[in-house]
Every structure is written in structure tokens, then in C-alpha cells.
């Protein structure tokens, strides 16, 4: 109907004559109240129609549910779902559907569970399913060549979010257009102001249409606002879902292209900076419609001048072109610097205890700070020139008017105050949108590098779907074949992975592969996975399979989660397996049983525990065929024996096995025996077929012969005929029940202790953010010394401002018959140079802003990190890497550049409102009164506002870090996710991630709108009492240009401005926050103490003296290690030996002073270790560790990262440790490239370059953590030669499960609770009567010989 009415009054108004504007004004406001029904009918009720056949609840309601009572919200399937969906249209017009969770806020601290879930047409499994439809529907998704464009994703998300887009257009148009009703009716104002004998009605009727003007923008703003927030909502989730589902699908090609930390950027910046766009969408367009409406009604005011005020807002415009081009440059420089930091970050935190280890983690924090002043190089530049042309465009409004009114001046176009006021009016409505140019073309640039990078990994080559053929279920006999087989893992290299492989497995079959390290047998488990690019050839496979791989991969979240993984909880099979995999024993000695939380990468498990943890997993998942990638190399002899006649013998039984092994005990067991070399099966057969016929197989047994010679030579007659008769003294055993449980309890307490979960929720502040920590922030830079300067420029420019407003309005007449009494050239004079100085004032606040946000940025990151790199090894067991990535991604993106522009528009925003009530209340003094009770208004309702808005804005950055956390370890793991069929399970839990973070962010954006509706509520009855008074008291009183002005100032005047860019700061800062919280870390003793460094030769014997060494992992758990004393002599090789949780890897932190010692002392060559530097004490002392680590880089990079040692040096080492000629067969030599964790070398060419890394540093004391269970015997016998030639004269300290790897040594350490229990040669031990080492020795020969 007021449409049609519209349609009427323009046909009559075309054909007959002009009607009254105030018929024009009622038209327009029924228009825009008939659209607001509209969109509360589409929005409101409507809404949960919108693919209704998708209804599903992402999030289980918490099992502590809320005190409070959400009366709006409604229940859906459980669940308390946001009252927004179910609210009237009151309710969404003013947003008082928020008020239950306010009134909640104001009671309590918010969590997760307070908050309601989103409603269905908002969730992030409805948003995903609509994008991932549209962008499947716009070509073939889902192909490996270049399927997606940035203009296809762009289409996709418009389309996906049409509504949205289209009632913010809506509500865009209505919001500019109310804002150009008041300036168009200044002069109409002023005009009515000068006449004596107007009727008052007219007067009251302007005024009315002034505050109606007013309430319709503040209306159309606030729910476009709220609109354009849940739009940028809609497309991060559609980003973030999409993101993840490719990172799943990625080939091994496509994932060194594109590291994990390069993803993790993806995810934490490209899609943040992407939703952030739908703020500025409509910019685009309204920019040049503001500009459009500005200069008609200026044409009305001064005609011909308004075409002068065109031409310089055309120059301003164009200056934006090169600058955007510049912008564009400068980020995408910006973006590449910091994906090289975050790569480089996200490897040293997972390899922290390596780095720690080795002595490594100041050189790694260095090549970071590097990495990092690169980026901040870029960040300089981007910041310097926003600052630049934000500074320009900040006075553009200035620089228009002063053309403006001197060309009118030097034409004699006639200005008196009406005209004036009404054109510094529209000058004013103009500078919004000309300040915000350059950020929209900043954010435009921004979003399209976004755009682009998310596209080029969306094009990424996905894993084939065709490498693997299935063969139909009732095919009986074949479960695995390959024919003619060629395959590698880089299709542009000429060298294949693996050549020429034809064999056939039936079902049933156990089939072992073996074969020297870099053979390709782990390359043969993922080439039958499906994992490996196909040259040539078929695979065919028959049936579900499971894997186990040789590293494993562990889950954070609780041990049962792990082991069902996705499966349903059959409590029989369950225990069966548990039983089988000996964890049973593991997890009753947990405090929280099987729901004991698991660290990071499995930080609290040992490297034993992890791997039967894996083998449960795959033996629960039942499925035909098993692939095992010598799964048994990290568990202790007696673990070995159970898993393989349990598991391998037992359980598995009868399905079809291949299992890599190094251990030539389990070859007997296999019906098929394939022998690796160079990437072909050199010979196929039984056990005693390819030992009668096999060189390459000789060569793996041969030494594993030589090895049990040498046992059966060491043992004597009676004790072999002790140990064979099975004699036992239980009181001696090696490891009995009681003393596991004891000890195991010790390192369980460790792990959970009074304290709970060694994963505690990530901790957050409560409260508000003190005045004390603004403080802090604000003078972290040069000590504060430019903020008195910063505010000093806003307040004189602000000042100017006002003085060139009253200078022009006072010194023009006010109408055009009266004769100025001020020449025109003065008049303009004055006001270039009130002009000309407040510019200049606007300059030097913006760069000396920039510079001190800048400097507190590159100080917060520097001292966070370098806190985080001197943090203790507990810490990074006990925090999740994602935790960390946020504070060094997300939170720091903040700090470099959100926080300082957010405290200048805070700084902006003051300084205007005090000159706006200025003005108004120099004009009458009486406006205070009502000024002051509005303003006490304003501040109760922003303090009751700002209890749930801050904890919402904090769970917004709690909730964001496990979506990093959780798209990193599913890129670890995403070929065991694929193996066992479970992307779609790990897709909907990281859509309920995504869900548990738009969730605290939702309620934010609509608790900011109620709050901002309110304040601009009594803004306008403020204004409209000002008005009034104005009109009843003071007309006639004071000059119609003052009134006029107070008016022309008054059209802005809001308190919502400032409350808006406080509670922007509030949720902005709390991310420096979040980075302070990190640089209060307690850190390790020091790693160089000057007055105690030892000398250059140090240690020159190698002896270690233990004296009553007592450690426990904190001060309220007991001893782990009870009072030890002994001495390892200088030169001598030690072999400590003891199950899983007797000391072993306790003692080695200690000697590493990862722990502490509670009492007692470790002394090296007399030097107690305590009382000299980490660092001098960690760089002396060698390690090969159980998890070979390789770094991103080059073969140099990672043999010698400090950059110590010459290429002769290195390839003599290399020569040494047996990979030399391999490494020379290579392209780039020592420069040859290693990706992301190592994975283009095989399990043992890592090992190996460990060695290799110990016979450069040639230390004198040398530990080996189980460091050749990854290797076959034959290069396990290698290593122990070379260690045997090049470490004669040195100490070397044995932990292996291998008790060939420790018959060659001189004496035998045997740990068991804590305790020694035996410390003596392995000859004289096996000598002893039922000696708990004898029977150990016992329990692997009778394996060995079975």
C-alpha cells in the first residue's frame, strides 16, 4: 500500500504540479516501516523453514546445565536454541529477545553452556551443505584441475547468503537516505529560525521530522549491523567447512605444497578477513550513492560550487586507485611472510622437546624473530600508508568545503549562514564515507588475496579415488593384489618410489615385509592404502581395511574416544581388546580410567602406550584387512611377546595381516615373506625358503644370528639350565605387579595429580578489563611517552574544527540582501589555515599512533615468545599447540593492527562528542539538564551490557583455538581418518566446533545491538528536547547561524558512537590480553651462568656420578626416582633397562635437567649439573631419541642447524653414519630438500641422520632413548658398530627394548620402581641365580627361538 501510494504521488507529481515535501517525508517513512514488517516476517518467525529437512542439533547440551531461564528460547531436540529464532516482532525490533542472557551475564560469569545454540538456519551444517550445493552446482567440483576460482567461491558465497545480502541493501538504502534528511532541512530550519512571525506548528512539524529522520537511520542501522555480522558469520563457517573437508581429501604431493602452518593461516586469517568483508560490502556501492545525494542537495544550496565540490571529491577518489594497487602489493607480501613464520612456528612447538634436547631453541626463537622482522617490514609499510591516506581522507571533508566555499567567494555566489550550515552538514555526513574509502579498499584488496588463497588450495590435487579398484565381496580367495605396479610419491621426478610389484595376498594370509631402512617398505603399506600417486599398474583390494602406522597418531581427548573412533562401544569386545594390547593395567592405574584425558600429540603417553593404544584402535574397528607398519618396534620385549600371540597370533588370526617388521622373530609366524630393496620386492616366499635361497635376506638375519650367538656364548651352563627349567623367585622378578602399580601410580599422579586432567580448559579472565591493563598497554611502548602527545593533536584538531565551523557561520551574513561585514578573501584566509592546521594535527596524531602500536606489537610478540621457548617442557605437555598458534596467528593479527586503530577511533569518537555537547551547550547552558541524566542513562545500561559481552567476547576467543587444534591434528592424521572411513564423523565434530564458536559470537553481535539501540534511543529524545527548548526559549535570543550550528552538530550527536568503539576495544584487547597471559610463563633456570661456565673441553671423561638422586614432576606428587646412587665411569656403555614406567626416561631429563632434582645431584667430570647453564650443560651432552625429528629445510639445515661444522665435517659424518654415497645419488647434495616433518625420508633414513647429528657434535656422553626401534636389525647392528668405532673412548648411556642393543655393553642398569634393583655386567648378572636381567634374557630367547 505505501508503495503504491509513492507510485501515485511521483505520476502526479511528473504530470501536474510540485507537491508539499512533507508529503514526500510521510511517504518515505510508511515505505520503510511497511519493509521493516517485512524483514521481521522473513527474519522472525519464518526463519527456521529455511532447509528444514537438515534440522539436526550440532552440540550435545553441557551435563551442567544453565541456573537461568531463557523464557524466549525455544527447545529443539534437547536443546536451547537462541530465543532469535522464536521472537516477536517487538522483540527483534528493539533486540529484547537478548535480554534473558544479559539479565544473565549481570548475575554470573557466562560459559559456554549459558549460551544458546544457534538456531538450525544459522548452524554450520546447514550453511555448509547450502555452500558446498552451490559451488558443486557452478562447474564439477570435486575433480583435480583447477575446479575452483576465486570467482566461482566468490559466486557461491553470494549465493549462499542471498537473503542476508539482500535486506542489508535494503536496509543500507533506508540508512543513507534518513541520513540526508536532516542536512536537506538545516536551511529550511535556520530560515524558519530568522523569520519573527512563523506559526510554531511549522516549527514542531521540522522538529518532528528531524527526530523521525533520526529514529529511522538509528533503526535501519542497528539491525543492518546486526544483519551484516550474521552474514560474515554464515560465510567463515562455509569457509572453514569447506576448508577442512579439502584438508582431508589433500594428496602427499598437494600437502608439500601447502604445509600445516600455511593451512593453519588459511583458516585463522584468510577466512576471519573474508566474513570481515560483509562489513564493507555494501560500501561499494553507497559510497558513490552518498557522494551522489551529498552533491544534489549542495546544488540546491550553491549550485554552481557543488560541481567544484564534485571535482575535488573526484580527485580524492581517484588517489584511491594507485593506493589500492599499493595495498594490494603490500598484502600479499604481508601474507606470504607471515605463512613463512607460522610454518616455521607451528614445527618448533610440536618439536619442542627435540629443540629442548639438542640445546636448539634460542636458534629456532631466532630464525622465528627473523621470519618475524621480515613481516613486520611489510606490516611497517601497510601501516604507514593507511596511516597516510587515512590521515588525507580524515580531512577530505575539510579540504572540500574550504574549495568549495573559495570558489563561491571568488565567483560572488551569495552564502549566508542557513546555506553554509546545511552544505557543512552534508561536508559532515560526507566524511564517513570518504574516511572509510581507503579501508574499504584496503579491506577489498585484503579479501581478494584471501579469496585467491583459499581458491588455489581448494584447487589442490586430491588423492585419486580411482588408484585403488575393489573387487566385489563374494570374491573369496584375493584380498590384496598388484599388478604390474609402479608408483612415487613425486610424479615429476624420473625416479620411481616403488618399481615393477606384482604379488597377490588371499585372505587369511600373514604377510611380512622386511627389508634394509629406505627399501620402500612403508612406501608398500601407503601405496596399498591408496596414499602413493600411481604410475602404472592395478591395485585391487577386497574388503575394510585398518592401519597402524609406524608413527603413531594420537588424538587429544580421552583414551576410549581413541581407541572406538567413531565405532559403537561394544563393552565385551572392548575389554577383549584391552586385554590384548596389555592396556588394562595402563588404565586402571588412571585416576580417570579410559576417560583420562590425552596431551597434545599424545604428550602423557609413553612411546610404548601410544602404539598399543593404535593397535586397540585398529583391532576394535574389525576390519578384513590389517596393515600394520611395524607397530611392535616401541614396546619392551615382554609387550612385544604378549601383542604378537594376542594380537598378530590370536585376535587376528584369521584376517588378512601385512605387517612390516625389523624384528626377525616375527618373520616365522608369516604364511609370506616379501624382501625389500630399492623399491622392489626382490624375493617372495616362507621363512625357511628365502633363508635357504636370499642374500638380502641373510643380511638382515645375519646380524640378529651373530646377536643370539652372542647371548647363548655369554650365558653360562647352570643358569641357562636355571632359566630353561623356568626357576623363578618371584621376589626378584623384573617388574612384578606390584612394583608396575606403584610406579605407575607415581606417573599417573603426574599426569593427573589433585589437579585433574593434564589438559585443563583453557584458562581465561574474568571480570572487566582493568584500567591498570590499559594502562600497561599503552605504555609498553617508549614508556607511554607519545600518548600525552597523540591526545594533545586530537584535541586541537578537534578544536580547529569547531573554531572554522563558528568562523565561516559568524563571519557570513545571515541572508543573502544582508552586505558582509568581513571581505571574502579574510574569510577564507582564516579558514585555509584553521583548515590547513587541523589537517595537520590529524597527520601527526594518526603517524604517532601507528608508530606506538607498532612498536608495542613487535614488543608483546618478541617477549611472548621468547617466554613461550623458555617455558618448561610441562608446559607444553599440559597446552595444546592450537592454544598456542591462536595467540601467535589470530591474537597478534589483532595487536599489530586492530587494537591501535581501535583505540584512535575510541580517542576520535571522545574528543567529537565533548566538542558536539561543547557546542550545544555554549549555545544553552540548559542542556545539560538533560544531557546529564541521558548520559548516566547511557553509562547503567553500557555497564549492565558489558558483564556478558565481555565473557562473550572471551569464549569467542576460547572457542576459536580448538578449531586450529583440531584442523592441525586432523592434517597429521588425515590418512588414518581415510583408512578407517571416518571423514565424515571428523567433518560433523569440526562443524560443531565451528558451531561452539559462532555461538558466543552470534549473541555478541546481537547484545551490541541492544546495547546501541537503546543508547540511540535517548540520543534522539536528547536531541528532540534540545530542539524544542531551542524553538521555545532562545528563538530570537541568539543568532540563527549559532542555533543553526548547535542544530548542524546536534544531527550527529549520539553516545552510541563512543560506547560502540569502547566495547570494540574491550573484545579487541582482550587479545593482548591473551598474549600478556603468555608472557608471564615460568621459565627454566637460566641457560648460561657466567660466573659457573665450564671449559671448552667439559666433559673430557664422561664420568657420571648419580648421588642420592630423588625427582618427582611436582612438589605435591610423590618420588618417581627414589635416592638413586651410582657411577657410570668415563668411556663405559651402560644399558638401563626396565618396563614401562620404572624411571628410565626419568632419569635421562634428568641428566638433561628437563626435571629438577628434589634433593641429590648428577655431577659430569666433578661438575655438579646444577649450578651451571641449560645451555652449556645440553650442548655438551648428545641424544638420538626414540622419535626420529627431521625439520623443514635442507639435509644441512638438519644435521647442523647452528651452523657450527664445515661440508667436509658434515660429509664425513654422513660417511660415518652409512648415507653418504645415498645422499651424494641426490641432486641437491647437501642442499637436498626436506619436507614438513621429514616425510620425504623413510622411519630409518631419519635415525641414521640422528647418528649423524651425534658424530658431528662427538660429546662425550651419549644417550640413546630407544633410538634404533624404528630400524631393522641389520642397520640396528650397524648403528651399534659405528657407535662401537667412533664412541670407544665416550660414555654411552643405552634405554632399549632390543636386549641385543645391550649385550655388547660393559654394565647393565636395572630400574624398577624408581629404584635400582641390579647394577653389574650382563656376563656376571646372567651369572646370578634367577637375576630378574636373566629372566628378561630368558623370556626374548624363548621368543626368539619359538
Known sequence: M??????????????????????WVSDAISVIVGLFFCYAGLFGEGQEGEDFHLLEPLLKSSSNPSNFDYGQGSNFNG??????ANANLLSIFTFAWMGHLLAAGYKKTLDLEDVPQLANCD??????????????????????VGQISTIKLLKALILSTWKEILWTFLFSIIRTLASYIGPYLIDVFVEYLKAPHQLKFKGYMLVFIFFLSKLIMN????????????????VRAALLGIIYKKSLRLSSQSKRVHTIGENTNLISVDVERTGFFSWYLHDIWRVPLQIV??????????????????????ILMMANVPLGKLHEKLQEKLMDSKDQRMKMTTEALRNMRILKLQGWEMKFLAKILELRKLETRWIKKLLYTSALTGSVYMSAPMFVSMVTFGFCMLMGIPLDSGKILSALATFEILRGPIYNLPDTISTVVQTKVSLDRIASFLCLDDLHPDIIQKLPRDCIEVAVEIVNGNFSWDLQSPNLTLKDLNFQVCHGMRVAVCGSIGSGKSSLISCILGEVPKVSGVIKLNGTKAYVPQSPWIQSGNIVDNILFGKEMDNERYEMILEACSLKKDIELLTFGDKTIIGDRGVNLSGGQKQRIQIARALYHDADIYLLDDPFSSVDAHTGTHLLKECLLGILGSKTVIYVTHQVEFLTFADLILIMRDGRITQVGKYEEILRSGTDFMDLVDPHKRALTKLNFIKCGTVSDNLINGEEDNGNMLCSEKSIQEDKERETEKIVGQEGQLVQEEKREKGRVSLSFYWKYITIAYKGAFVPLILLAEIIFQLLRIIS??????????????????????IIFVYVVLTLGSSLCELIRTMLMVTTGYKTATLLFNKMHLCIFRAPLSFFDSTPSGRILNRASIDQSIVDTSIPRQIQELLISTIEFLGTVAVMSQVSWQMLMVFIPMSVACIWYQKYYLYAARELSRLTGVCQAPIIQYFTESSLGSTRIRCFDQEERFMDTNLKLVDAYFQPKFHLSGATEWLCFRMDMLASITYVVSLVFLLSVLKGVLSPGVLG?????????????????????????????????????????????EKNRPSHEWPSQGKVDIIDLQVRYAPHLPLILQGLTCTFFGGMKIGIVGRTGSGKSTLVQALFRMLEPTAGQICIDGINIATIGLHDLRSRLSIIPQDPTMFEGTLRSNLDPLEEYTDEEIWEALDKCQLGDEIRKKEGKLDSAVTENGENWSMGQRQLICLGRVLLKRSKVLILDEATASVDTATDYLIQQILRKHFSESTVITIAHRITSILDIDMVLLLDNGLIIEYDSPTKLLEIKSSSFAKLVKEYTQRCNS
Open 2 to 23: 505505501s508503495c503504491s501510494y509513492l507510485v501515485i504521488h511521483l505520476s502526479l507529481h511528473w504530470k501536474y504540479s510540485p507537491l508539499p515535501s512533507l508529503l
Open 79 to 84: 536443546e536451547r536454541v537462541t530465543p532469535y
Open 123 to 144: 548452524s554450520a551444517k546447514v550453511v555448509f551443505t547450502c555452500f558446498k550445493n552451490k559451488l558443486e552446482s557452478d562447474g564439477k567440483y570435486g575433480g583435480n
Open 219 to 234: 533503526l535501519s542501522e542497528r539491525h543492518l549491523f546486526f544483519q551484516l555480522r550474521r552474514m560474515g558469520n554464515r
Open 293 to 314: 545525494l551529498a552533491l544534489l542537495i549542495l546544488y540546491t544550496k550553491i549550485r554552481l560550487a557543488s560541481l567544484v565540490a564534485l571535482v575535488a571529491t573526484m
Open 805 to 826: 565551523s563558528y568562523w565561516i557561520v559568524l563571519a557570513t551574513p545571515t541572508s543573502e540582501d544582508m552586505k558582509p561585514h568581513i571581505r571574502g578573501s579574510t
Open 1045 to 1089: 550550528l548547535a542544530v548542524t552538530y546536534g544531527l550527529s550527536f549520539s553516545l552510541h558512537g563512543l560506547i560502540w568503539d569502547l566495547g570494540s576495544l574491550e573484545n579487541k584487547i582482550i587479545s593482548a590480553e591473551r598474549i600478556l597471559q603468555y608472557t608471564c610463563i615460568p621459565s627454566e633456570p637460566p641457560l648460561l651462568i
